[in-house]
């Protein structure tokens, strides 16, 4: 098990590192989500080391990576329109930011 | 069975069931929601009575007890912030309805009401959680909902809307590998239970650690702030308003709920001066930020970051023995916030759509159509300056007579530079309405009396809460604070 | 040892070989096409002897048939996919090596 | 274990650690995005090594399948007709506080972590399990002890389509890029194959692992088969359809559950006696449904059509 409790704490590393120095949007997405894995593996060691296996952790496991594809879905939607409006303003110099406040 | 634990599950399952309803049927968006948001008051007042005549109590769900079962806490503190999210969600969805329709070519923001539903039931099952993990889907099930509502203009505030969603799903990690920690350890989530079982050891304290950045990464408490304006600035008025007066309080209300719960025994003079250091550097910088600003929306987001700090002050005070009165102080206080900061930003909503424009030098002149909302905009701020008798001032009054019982003369000094500050940058935002202003000429459009009236019932029940602070004090007592 | 593992575990390692070649012919193989040649054809034979020998030495025939049913869902994915990625290739204006 | 579990945890994680720096590190994005898919794939292993078969179904269907579905359309438009990439960077933030304390926490947390008793709550799982109205653990714990959970996680899957669907109209429609003969025939034939994954995962669910979650998963994925093979999006908006209902079936469904129980004066969430079984299976397939359409609609990027595509617009 140390092994896996290792590899939780080197993905929380890369993850971390990850979300803080890469500039691209998509790329700190990865990031955030290889983060997230890391949590997800320490619950289901957790669950390896107890005595009988515990079934709890296995269940919030399953919830968070449901949460977390919910998450991730949302964020590359919203990832695509930004990259959408950037591009327009990219070929339209005339096109300047819509919206705002109010 | 405790006669009232139908309240809990009422204002948990209907904003959800009234979010599918109106998402199947858009149509009858308003009506419903405006109905819910009815009932949801009625109901939230009626638990707050309840609380006041028997105290708190904690409700198991599927008749599982912890450790294995998730239950509901209803004491004092949850049905204070429940209240709070009903008085603002029904202000600010009386605020849209009312709205005028906006301009063919704009973006019909078609999702918002099953958006703004979702985001209320997301609040409340927040406030009820009794399970550290039940908190974390319900925190993600506010970022979500939060992100739709910021990204719904377009434009520039989809990038805002990215912004705080990566700070906040960051903050969730945060606190999750926390709560994975708590869990090895204890072989426990719920809160109560681990409050007896806890103990001052090392992976308490990490465990402590994480979950306290994580929430502060969500409730932008500086140096963590740096996400708030842009995304409470941009996002239409009625979001803003729940943004800063609901979403920062839950991440507020659960930093109190775990210091206050489990993490007492870990709560020394270091950690609680930490804590109330930040708090003060918030009240400051975020004050300063907010006296530069020249947007009357984006002062207003800054002047959230500030009066967070505030809150932050109830560590040091209660850990130098002054429990009671730096408690109650700063739960009045967030509360008295809460009221008043959404009493402001759907007053700046009225205006700003009154003038056109929200730079603080054009908002002068005519004021015709905008009278209701400046007159709210000043009782909220005599309620965030505190003045007496509003809530800001019982609140201030509260944390002030803490620091003199313990002796925390800097942190009284704290609470005075910072309402000088909050007296100083919300005088700018009354002046320019008197001042001349850019005059467009033609005639100021044709507003709803009903945009003004909600911040100005809002911002009326903020000063209104300074009278009705022994009913709050004695509300308060059957909240986690009174162990502390 | 009965007589069905000795056979199921002769399958197996006789499939190990297919696999390692298919992993050099992907590393050292010239262009996309010869590559997806080598990687298919010896993928394939090799999950099909490493299948069928597993479902032999589980001595059920249930397992036997789930086991092959893998295999054949494989073949199909594997089949399909390597005409997309051929197919874009060219679409792409990859010249086959040697011609 | 034994020596051979040992040596292939050990070049399993050692795997795992590399796709995860080139998922974050690689300079090519496209690079970047597949090494994240195939990261997924290998969790799954270490799921199944470490005892967790429910989780690695879930990873392979949702964390690989679902997610790098998502990631590569997203790519796919980020990436301009021209091949030009979108720049898509922001300054730097102020991390100054974050790195020391990042390191700091890091620290402390390694330390915790070998300390971990980690006593677990197996024993009290196993005892409530007859009560619970299923034999497999997991769903015990999904639909029943921490049923809440679940139903605000479905309800985090239908808000995150809403939230989608706000941002404006889906891109339509989603021609593949280069139609191949296979595909379609490959869509037609596996579909079957897909319903009846779904639904024989969802039967095994309630005593060994599967259940709805894997069973949906599949079951979208299979949808999104479907999509890429060439089907035009078949999903709509409209009021009137039958679409919206679906998708909110499975949080409706759950909220009736957790409300009957109140109704009939007992606790929210708690199922009358001797009917938990039934109910439960009822609920998965219901969830299992929900999960399914909502994967889908998160996957088309946006609010489908309302009434149907006419042509093949821009």
Same mark, same amino acid.
């Given at each position: 098990?140390?092994?896996?409790?290792?590899?939780?704490?080197?993905l929380?590393?890369?993850?971390?590192?990850?979300?803080?120095?890469?500039?691209?949007?998509?790329?700190?997405?990865?990031?955030l989500?290889?983060?997230t894995?890391?949590?997800?593996?320490?619950?289901?060691?957790?669950?390896?080391?107890?005595e009988?296996?515990?079934?709890?952790?296995?269940?919030?496991?399953?919830?968070?990576?449901?949460?977390?594809?919910?998450?991730?879905?949302v964020?590359?939607?919203l990832l695509?329109?930004?990259?959408?409006?950037?591009?327009?303003?990219?070929?339209?110099?005339?096109?300047?930011?819509?919206?705002?406040?109010? | 069975?405790?006669?009232?634990?139908?309240g809990?599950?009422?204002?948990f399952?209907?904003?959800l069931?009234?979010?599918?309803?109106?998402?199947?049927?858009?149509?009858?968006?308003?009506?419903?929601?405006?109905?819910?948001?009815?009932v949801?008051?009625?109901?939230?007042?009626?638990?707050v009575?309840?609380?006041?005549?028997?105290g708190?109590?904690?409700?198991?769900?599927?008749?599982?007890?912890?450790?294995?079962?998730?239950?509901?806490?209803?004491?004092?503190?949850?049905a204070?912030m429940l209240?709070?999210?009903?008085?603002?969600?029904?202000?600010?969805?009386?605020?849209?309805?009312?709205?005028?329709?906006?301009?063919?070519?704009?973006?019909?923001?078609?999702?918002?009401?099953?958006?703004?539903l979702?985001?209320?039931?997301?609040?409340?099952?927040?406030?009820?959680?009794?399970?550290l993990?039940?908190?974390y889907?319900?925190?993600?099930?506010?970022?979500?909902?939060?992100?739709?509502?910021?990204?719904?203009?377009?434009?520039?505030?989809?990038a805002?809307?990215?912004?705080?969603?990566?700070?906040?799903?960051?903050?969730?990690?945060?606190?999750l590998?926390?709560?994975?920690?708590?869990?090895?350890?204890?072989?426990?989530?719920?809160?109560?239970?681990?409050?007896?079982?806890v103990?001052?050891?090392?992976?308490?304290a990490?465990a402590?650690?994480?979950?306290?950045l994580?929430?502060?990464?969500?409730?932008?408490?500086?140096?963590?702030h740096?996400?708030?304006p842009?995304?409470?600035?941009?996002?239409?008025?009625?979001v803003?308003?729940?943004?800063?007066?609901?979403?920062?309080?839950?991440?507020?209300?659960?930093?109190?709920?775990?210091?206050?719960?489990?993490?007492?025994p870990?709560?020394?003079?270091?950690?609680?001066?930490?804590l109330?250091?930040?708090?003060?550097?918030a009240v400051?910088?975020?004050?300063?930020?907010?006296?530069?600003?020249?947007?009357?929306?984006?002062?207003?987001?800054?002047?959230t970051?500030?009066?967070?700090?505030?809150?932050?002050?109830?560590f040091?005070?209660?850990a130098?023995?002054?429990?009671?009165?730096?408690?109650?102080g700063?739960?009045?206080?967030?509360?008295?916030?809460?009221?008043a900061?959404?009493?402001?930003?759907?007053?700046?909503?009225?205006?700003?759509?009154?003038?056109?424009i929200?730079?603080?030098?054009?908002?002068?002149?005519d004021?015709?159509?905008?009278?209701?909302?400046?007159?709210?905009?000043?009782?909220?701020?005599?309620?965030?300056?505190?003045?007496?008798?509003?809530?800001?001032?019982?609140?201030?009054?509260?944390l002030?007579?803490?620091a003199?019982?313990s002796?925390?003369?800097?942190w009284l000094?704290?609470l005075?530079?910072?309402?000088a500050?909050t007296?100083?940058?919300?005088?700018r935002?009354?002046?320019?309405?008197?001042?001349?202003?850019w005059?467009?000429?033609?005639?100021?459009p044709?507003?709803?009396?009903?945009l003004?009236?909600?911040?100005?019932?809002?911002?009326?029940?903020?000063?209104?809460?300074?009278?009705?602070?022994?009913?709050?004090?004695r509300?308060?007592?059957?909240g986690?604070?009174v162990?502390? | 040892?009965?007589t069905?593992?000795?056979?199921?575990?002769?399958?197996?390692?006789?499939?190990?070989?297919?696999?390692?070649?298919?992993?050099?012919?992907?590393l050292?193989?010239?262009?996309?096409?010869?590559?997806?040649?080598?990687?298919?054809?010896?993928?394939?034979?090799?999950?099909g002897?490493?299948c069928?020998?597993?479902?032999i030495?589980?001595?059920?025939?249930?397992?036997?048939?789930?086991?092959?049913?893998?295999?054949?869902?494989?073949?199909?994915?594997?089949a399909?996919?390597a005409?997309?990625?051929a197919?874009?290739?060219l679409a792409?204006g990859?010249?086959?090596?040697?011609? | 274990?034994?020596?051979?579990?040992?040596?292939?945890?050990?070049?399993?994680?050692?795997?795992?650690?590399w796709?995860?720096w080139?998922?974050?590190?690689a300079?090519?994005?496209?690079?970047?995005?597949v090494?994240?898919?195939?990261?997924?794939?290998?969790?799954?292993?270490?799921?199944v090594?470490?005892?967790?078969?429910?989780?690695?179904?879930?990873?392979?269907?949702?964390g690989?399948?679902?997610?790098?579905?998502?990631?590569?359309?997203?790519?796919?438009?980020?990436?301009?007709?021209?091949?030009?990439?979108?720049? *898509?960077?922001?300054?730097?933030? @102020?991390? +100054?506080?974050?790195? !020391? $304390? &990042? /390191?700091a %926490?890091?620290?402390?947390?390694?330390l915790?972590?070998?300390?971990?008793?980690a006593?677990?709550?197996?024993?009290?799982?196993l005892?409530s399990?007859?009560?619970?109205?299923?034999?497999?653990?997991?769903?015990?714990?999904l639909?029943?002890?921490?049923?809440?959970?679940?139903?605000l996680?479905?309800?985090?899957?239908?808000?995150?389509?809403?939230?989608?669907?706000?941002?404006?109209?889906a891109?339509?429609?989603?021609?593949?890029?280069?139609p191949s003969?296979?595909?379609p025939?490959?869509g037609?034939?596996l579909?079957?194959?897909?319903?009846?994954?779904?639904?024989y995962? *969802?039967?095994?669910?309630?005593? @060994?692992? +599967?259940?709805a979650? !894997? $069973? &949906? /998963?599949? %079951?979208?994925?299979?949808a999104?088969?479907?999509?890429?093979?060439?089907?035009?999006?078949w999903?709509?908006s409209?009021e009137?359809g039958?679409?919206?209902?679906?998708?909110?079936?499975?949080?409706?469904?759950?909220?009736?559950?957790g409300?009957?129980?109140?109704?009939?004066g007992q606790?929210?969430?708690?199922?009358?006696?001797g009917?938990?079984?039934?109910?439960?299976?009822?609920?998965?397939?219901?969830?299992?449904?929900?999960?399914?359409?909502?994967?889908?609609?998160?996957?088309?990027?946006?609010?489908?059509c309302?009434?149907?595509y006419r042509?093949?617009?821009?």
């Open positions: 098990m140390t092994v896996y409790l290792s590899l939780a704490g080197v929380f590393l890369i993850g971390l590192h990850g979300f803080f120095t890469a500039r691209n949007l998509l790329r700190r997405l990865l990031a989500n290889v983060l894995t890391a949590v997800f593996l320490l619950f289901v060691v957790m669950a390896r080391l107890a009988p296996l515990d079934a709890v952790p296995h269940a919030i496991v399953l919830t968070g990576i449901v949460v977390t594809v919910s998450t991730t879905a964020a590359l939607a695509v329109r930004i990259a959408g409006r950037m591009r327009d303003e990219d070929t339209d110099p005339a096109a300047g930011p819509r919206g705002g406040a109010g | 069975m405790i006669p009232g634990t139908a809990p599950v009422v204002l399952s209907l904003p069931a009234a979010a599918i309803v109106v998402f199947i049927r858009p149509r009858w968006s308003v009506p419903v929601t405006l109905g819910t948001g009815a949801l008051l009625a109901v939230a007042l009626w638990l009575g309840v609380v006041l005549q028997q708190g109590w904690r409700q198991d769900i599927g008749g599982w007890t912890a450790p294995l079962g998730i239950g509901w806490n209803v004491d004092g503190l949850s204070t209240l709070l999210n009903a008085a603002v969600g029904l202000a600010g969805a009386a605020f849209h309805a009312a709205r005028p329709a906006p301009p063919a070519t704009a973006r019909d923001p078609r999702f918002f009401w099953p958006l703004w979702f985001l209320w039931g997301g609040l409340n099952a927040l406030f009820l959680a009794a399970d993990f039940n908190v889907v319900a925190l993600e099930f506010v970022s979500i909902a939060s992100v739709g509502l910021i990204g719904l203009v377009g434009g520039s505030a989809q805002a809307a990215w912004r705080y969603l990566l700070a906040t799903l960051l903050g969730s990690t945060i606190y590998l926390g709560v994975a920690l708590l869990y090895g350890r204890y072989a426990a989530l719920d809160l109560a239970l681990l409050a007896e079982g103990e001052p050891d090392l992976v308490t990490v402590a650690a994480l979950m306290t994580g929430l502060l990464l969500k409730a932008a408490i500086f140096p963590l740096f996400w708030l842009a995304a409470h600035g941009r996002a239409p008025p009625a803003s308003a729940v943004l800063s007066a609901v979403v920062i309080a839950a991440g507020y209300y659960l930093l109190v709920r775990l210091w206050f719960g489990p993490f007492a870990l709560l020394g003079t270091g950690v609680a001066t930490l109330g250091l930040l708090g003060a550097a400051l910088w975020g004050g300063l930020l907010a006296l530069m600003q020249r947007h009357l929306k984006m002062l207003i987001a800054y002047s970051v500030s009066q967070f700090g505030y809150g932050l002050l109830v040091p005070l209660v130098a023995g002054a429990a009671h009165p730096a408690w109650a700063a739960v009045m206080l967030v509360l008295a916030h809460g009221l900061k959404a009493a402001l930003f759907l007053a700046a909503g009225a205006i700003i759509l009154r003038h056109g929200g730079r603080l030098e054009a908002l002068g002149g004021q015709r159509g905008a009278v209701v909302a400046w007159v709210a905009f000043a009782v909220a701020s005599a309620s965030l300056v505190g003045l007496p008798p509003t809530g800001g001032f019982v609140g201030k009054w509260w002030a007579q803490a003199l019982a002796g925390g003369y800097f000094a704290v005075m530079l910072g309402t500050f007296a100083a940058y919300l005088w935002a009354l002046q320019a309405a008197v001042e001349p202003g005059e467009s000429g033609g005639e100021p044709t507003l709803s009396p009903a003004g009236l909600g911040a100005l019932l809002l911002a009326l029940s903020a000063a209104a809460l300074g009278l009705a602070a022994p009913l709050i004090a509300l308060l007592d059957a986690p604070g162990s502390g | 040892m009965s069905a593992q000795w056979i199921g575990g002769l399958m197996v390692l006789a499939g190990i070989p297919f696999f390692l070649l298919g992993t050099l012919g992907l050292r193989f010239p262009d996309v096409y010869t590559r997806l040649h080598a990687l298919a054809k010896a993928d394939n034979v090799g999950l002897l490493v069928i020998g597993l479902g030495q589980s001595a059920s025939v249930t397992l036997l048939l789930k086991l092959v049913l893998i295999w054949v869902l494989m073949l199909i994915a594997s399909t996919a005409g997309l990625i197919r874009t290739a792409r990859l010249r086959p090596w040697g011609t | 274990m034994g020596t051979a579990g040992v040596i292939f945890d050990g070049l399993l994680a050692l795997a795992l650690v796709l995860a080139q998922a974050t590190r300079a090519d994005l496209f690079h970047a995005v090494s994240f898919i195939v990261f997924g794939l290998l969790m799954a292993l270490a799921w090594r470490l005892e967790a078969p429910d989780i690695a179904l879930a990873e392979a269907a949702i690989a399948g679902a997610t790098g579905a998502l990631l590569l359309s997203a790519l796919d438009r980020l990436v301009t007709r021209e091949g030009r990439r979108t720049v *898509l960077y922001e300054p730097g933030a @102020a991390w +100054g506080f974050w790195i !020391p $304390a &990042g /390191a %926490l890091l620290g402390a947390l390694t915790a972590a070998w300390k971990l008793p006593p677990g709550l197996g024993d009290e799982v005892a399990l007859g009560a619970s109205g299923v034999d497999h653990p997991v769903t015990a714990v639909l029943n002890f921490r049923a809440l959970d679940t139903l996680e479905i309800g985090v899957l239908l808000l995150a389509a809403v939230t989608i669907w706000s941002l404006g109209r891109p339509s429609p989603l021609v593949p890029v280069m003969p296979a595909l025939a490959l037609r034939l579909f079957p194959v897909f319903v009846l994954v779904a639904a995962l *969802l039967w095994r669910g309630s005593h @060994a692992p +599967g259940g979650f !894997p $069973a &949906g /998963a599949v %079951l979208g994925a299979g999104i088969l479907m999509l890429l093979a060439g089907a035009r999006p999903i709509r409209s009137h039958p679409w919206r209902w679906i998708l909110s079936l499975g949080l409706a469904m759950l909220l009736a559950a409300i009957a129980g109140t109704v009939m606790a929210f969430f708690q199922y009358p006696p009917t938990a079984g039934p109910l439960i299976l009822l609920l998965e397939v219901a969830a299992g449904l929900s999960i399914a359409l909502l994967l889908f609609a998160l996957y088309l990027r946006g609010e489908p309302e009434h149907g042509g093949s617009g821009p």
